[in-house]
């Protein structure tokens, strides 16, 4: 039996008193459009619902659409009897969970109830979304069992690892003025409406020079990651170790366990005896999707409770046998590899563990907040009162409360 200490030491709860949300948000859509139209939904939402609900409810548009692509497009891949409207509901649950990201820290201001829980829990879907929204946005384009929906999935993880890797050394969550949450979103939405306009087939016609327009999409992403998104969170965190009197090396050397996760999964995915990419691409998404949950939170988890950044998480070392087990006729000489059937077997037993691993630890470690800040995560919990006796009359006074959610 795990206990909360596992998860959440008695330090970093007592660290919590120092917690600050900090961010920077370069986007000039997000600043002067997209500002307007959050500050008005917001209005739409009583003040009686949890911040962190409103985060739950917008993942779930992303799930439910997930859902609809494994029913309606299993293969990711569009038939002539695969109706139009799937791909407009991909776009507006894209799009309302995009909406509902940014209007839970607005929530949370407006009811008084922000929190370090806030962050995190946040943070949390954000990465989960990385995987299963990119699988929506492969099922969308139909980019089918293949290494395009591999790379979409690659990129999209990377990303965000970076962001909340600068984050925890920086202590500021910066979107640059091209960003994925704002610019990216924005993208994958008018795709998917196009999709549903024109049928995802119009992605795989040639665009230019002998390149789809597919192919064109990705290698903009790439493009994008290496010269936006990777650059400027080195910078920063180089800029912030200087100022601080830290090694830069050190900071470094914390991405190294993220080097070896897309290392395995790469190996695997290549090993000549493999047969994800071509049968279970979806399954081992999903496997990889949830370690990268995992990791991920466990980051900013590190982050708000100021304690030393978490190299490993043991949901990691499945991946890292699978890859040898993969790649082990040609590594070892060995007459062990998967079969189809029984890489299969592998990744769903690998599923089902993640699922619950991460499960028990996220309950946990909500537990411990909850109950060190004593708050609740999915409703707003009434203010206590004191009653104090004076004399003849009773006077009421707020409990004073240090918690705050965003």
Same mark, same amino acid.
């Given at each position: 039996?795990?206990?909360?200490?596992?998860? $959440?030491?008695?330090?970093? @709860?007592?660290? +919590?008193? /120092?917690?600050?949300?900090?961010?920077?948000?370069?986007?000039?859509?997000?600043?002067?459009?997209?500002?307007?139209?959050?500050?008005?939904?917001?209005?739409?939402?009583?003040?009686?619902?949890?911040?962190?609900?409103?985060?739950?409810?917008?993942?779930?548009? $992303?799930?439910?659409?997930? @859902?609809?692509? +494994?029913? /309606?497009?299993?293969n990711l891949t569009a038939t002539e009897d695969t109706p139009s409207w799937i791909f407009f509901s991909?776009?507006?649950?894209?799009?309302?969970?995009?909406?509902?990201?940014?209007?839970?820290?607005?929530?949370?201001?407006?009811?008084?109830?922000?929190?370090?829980?806030?962050?995190?829990?946040d943070h949390g879907v954000d990465a989960l979304n990385c995987t299963f929204g990119a699988l929506v946005q492969a099922a969308g384009l139909g980019l089918g069992y293949s290494w395009y929906t591999a790379l979409l999935v690659f990129i999209t993880i990377t990303a965000f690892f970076f962001s909340t890797w600068e984050t925890y050394h920086t202590g500021v969550l910066y979107l640059g003025y091209i960003n994925g949450p704002t610019e990216g979103l924005i993208l994958a939405c008018s795709l998917l409406t196009l999709s549903g306009v024109w049928g995802p087939g119009v992605w795989m016609n040639e665009a230019y020079n002998g390149f789809n327009y597919v192919e064109l999409f990705l290698g903009g992403m790439i493009v994008l990651l290496f010269t936006t998104q990777i650059p400027v969170s080195l910078w920063r965190v180089y800029q912030t170790s200087k100022l601080k009197g830290k090694s830069f090396f050190e900071a470094l050397?914390?991405?190294?366990?993220?080097?070896?996760?897309?290392?395995?999964?790469?190996?695997?995915?290549?090993?000549?005896?493999?047969?994800?990419?071509?049968?279970?691409?979806?399954?081992?998404?999903?496997?990889?999707?949830?370690?990268?949950?995992?990791?991920?939170t466990k980051i900013i988890l590190a982050h708000v409770t100021k304690m030393e950044y978490p190299m490993f998480t043991v949901l990691m070392?499945?991946?890292?046998?699978?890859?040898?087990?993969?790649?082990?006729?040609?590594?070892?000489?060995?007459?062990?590899?998967?079969?189809?059937?029984?890489?299969?077997?592998?990744?769903?037993?690998?599923?089902?563990?993640a699922v619950v691993v991460y499960l028990h630890w996220t309950v946990v470690v909500i537990e411990s907040f909850c109950d060190y800040?004593?708050?609740?995560?999915?409703?707003?919990?009434?203010?206590?009162?004191?009653?104090?006796?004076?004399?003849?009359?009773?006077?009421?006074?707020?409990?004073?409360?240090?918690k705050r959610e965003e």
């Open positions: 039996m795990f206990q909360l200490n596992d998860h $959440v030491s008695e330090e970093g @709860l007592r660290n +919590l008193k /120092y917690y600050k949300y900090a961010s920077i948000d370069k986007s000039p859509i997000a600043n002067y459009i997209l500002k307007h139209y959050w500050n008005y939904v917001i209005t739409l939402f009583p003040l009686w619902i949890a911040p962190n609900l409103i985060t739950l409810i917008g993942f779930i548009f $992303v799930i439910f659409n997930f @859902l609809l692509a +494994l029913y /309606y497009v299993p991909f776009a507006a649950g894209l799009w309302l969970y995009s909406t509902f990201d940014n209007v839970d820290g607005k929530q949370a201001r407006r009811t008084g109830t922000s929190s370090p829980l806030g962050e995190l829990f050397l914390h991405t190294a366990p993220f080097c070896a996760f897309l290392g395995s999964i790469y190996t695997w995915l290549k090993a000549p005896h493999s047969t994800v990419v071509e049968q279970h691409v979806v399954l081992f998404s999903c496997c990889v999707g949830i370690v990268f949950g995992r990791v991920s070392f499945p991946l890292f046998i699978g890859s040898l087990i993969a790649n082990s006729p040609e590594l070892f000489g060995t007459d062990v590899v998967f079969t189809s059937k029984s890489e299969e077997y592998y990744l769903m037993i690998y599923l089902f563990f800040l004593d708050i609740w995560c999915f409703r707003i919990k009434p203010k206590k009162i004191d009653r104090k006796i004076e004399g003849e009359g009773v006077r009421i006074s707020p409990r004073r409360h240090n």
